[in-house]
Structure formats: C-alpha cells, structure tokens
C-alpha cells in the first residue's frame, strides 16, 4: 500500500527565511506529484505539479523538486511570508491504482 | 465562476437523515472524485468516476452512493447519516494523469455535521 509521509508536520518560523518541506512515498511508480496548499476550512490549491519525467518545477518563490526513483519529492519556499501560513499537502498519482494519494501535511505559520 | 462548485457549503442534519452533496464542473473533465478530510487522517477518497457509466469505490464508500448524472455532475449521498459521518467533504476533477494537460481540481468543500 502506498504511503506518503510529509516531514516536518508543523513548522513555525519568522517571516524571511527559506524553507524546506519534505514529502517521501514507497510507491515509485508514479505519473506525477501535486503540492497543494489548503487554508483553514478551505478547498485545496494546486500549487505545482510535477511530471515523473521532471526533476523540477518552479513557480514564484516556490520551486518543488521530485526524485522519482528514491521516492522524494521538495518543495522550497523562499523569503516567507506571513501569508504563505497554511497547510501543505503532497500527492503523488499512481499508476498501479490509477488514484491521487495524499500526504496528511505540513502546516506551516509564518509570524512577522 | 469557479472550475468545480458543491452546494450545500454547510448542513448540519440529524442522525439517519438522508442527505445529498452535489458537485458541478466547468473544465470538461471526464474523471470526478469525492473525498472526505478528517483532523489527523488527511484526504481519504469515497467514490470515483472515470466518466458518466464508470463508476468506483474508494478506500472508504461504505455508507455512501454516488451518482454521476452528466460529464459536469457527480453527486454523493449518504444514505441514513451517522455522527462519524461528521467531516469536511470535497469534490475533484480531472483528465487522465497522462494527459499533458492533467491536473487535479477541488472544489471549495462541503462541512457536514451529523448530530
């Protein structure tokens, strides 16, 4: 059964700095990677998608990188602002169930 | 407008109570999904259509039915409500993941309680 582990599972830090959020999953057999973000009570965003033939995509300040073969998936947040505070969800599709599976997330809070 | 509604936004109903959640898509996708979020548990996927005659359970359909009643629609109903039945509900569309063009659209979600 395919997992997806998302680390670290909070993060708060002071607006400014650079990020990392880790996404690992066992299944590599993969089509591709969705980072979503999700506010409180929200719907989910698509925020990158990442094709298995990719390594990486960017978009703005953020940029997610997916190694497809040891299972890994990053994505940076550059100079963070308190309005990048929310939850963040990875999602590789796989082939073999031919369905989305989803991380249970980072949340992330950023303070001025 | 946006890509994928759902009405009610919220509903609080009483246990055994039949109650319908309806989603409506603009993209033209063929693939539809309901999902349902729980604190600590993540998206868990209900029910799943690949077009209108295709229809599938997810990891979690007891208690729920579907019914996809055009491309643009896919609604999910439960039966006789129950409190675990309490959570966040959303529904999602896209094209086949190996399209160039795949990718994966919620709608804004439904927060159901059942008392």
């Known amino acids: 059964k395919q997992e997806v582990t998302q680390i670290p599972a909070a993060l708060s830090v002071p607006e400014g700095e650079n990020l990392v959020l880790n996404c690992s999953f066992t299944?590599?057999?993969?089509?591709?990677l969705q980072w979503f973000r999700q506010d409180p009570g929200k719907g989910l965003t698509s925020l990158l998608l990442i094709q298995s033939s990719q390594r990486e995509q960017t978009s703005g300040r953020l940029n997610a990188s997916l190694d497809k073969s040891s299972g890994r998936s990053t994505l940076y947040i550059a100079a963070s602002q308190p309005g990048d505070s929310a939850t963040y969800l990875c999602a590789p599709y796989l082939y073999n169930t031919d369905k989305l599976i989803f991380g249970t997330g980072t949340r992330l809070q950023v303070f001025p | 407008d946006a890509d994928v509604t759902q009405t009610p936004r919220n509903r609080i109903t009483k246990t055994g109570k039949r109650i319908m959640l309806e989603c409506s898509q603009t993209?033209?996708?063929?693939?539809m999904y309901w999902y349902r979020q729980d604190p600590g548990l993540g998206l868990r996927l209900i029910y799943y259509s690949f077009d209108v005659k295709d229809i599938n359970k997810g990891e979690i359909s007891d208690g729920y039915s579907v019914s996809r009643q055009a491309q643009a629609k896919f609604s999910l109903s439960l039966e006789s409500a129950i409190p675990n039945q309490t959570a966040l509900y959303f529904c999602?569309?896209?094209?086949?993941?190996?399209?160039?063009?795949?990718?994966?659209?919620f709608g804004p979600g439904t927060r159901l309680t059942v008392t």
């Open positions: 993209k033209g996708h063929d693939r």
């Open positions: 299944d590599s057999a993969i089509y591709n």
């Open positions: 999602a569309t896209s094209d086949h993941p190996g399209q160039s063009s795949y990718e994966q659209y």
